[in-house]
């Protein structure tokens, strides 16, 4: 399954690409799956999601929680912490 991954803030900092394009492995099924995924791929992945529960990620614009299926997705996106202001 291919998929469009969007990083966001530091997480596209510490990645150094604000998208990309990744075929995904058939076991590759939750959200959660996906960042350990993620993490495998490379130090900048490793260095970038080295905390996943602190990790905030989007389905198609629509904020979901890590044990989120991702069969369907469009669009995911990958974000650090938000705070307020």
């Known amino acids: 399954m291919t998929t ?3 990083y966001f803030a530091w997480v596209r900092e510490r ?3 604000p998208e990309e394009e990744i075929e995904l492995p058939a076991d590759v099924v939750t959200v ?3 960042l350990n995924h993620l ?3 490379g130090e900048e992945y490793e260095n970038a ?10 389905i198609n614009q629509e904020h979901v929680e890590h044990s989120e299926r991702i069969a369907g ?3 995911i996106g ?3 912490p938000m705070t307020g202001g």
Do not use: T
């Open 4 to 6: 469009k991954l969007v």
């Open 15 to 17: 990645i150094g690409k």
């Open 32 to 34: 959660r799956d996906l």
């Open 39 to 41: 993490k495998g791929l």
């Open 49 to 58: 999601l080295q905390y996943p529960d602190v990790i905030r990620v989007a």
């Open 73 to 75: 997705a469009r669009e």
């Open 78 to 80: 990958i974000f650090p």
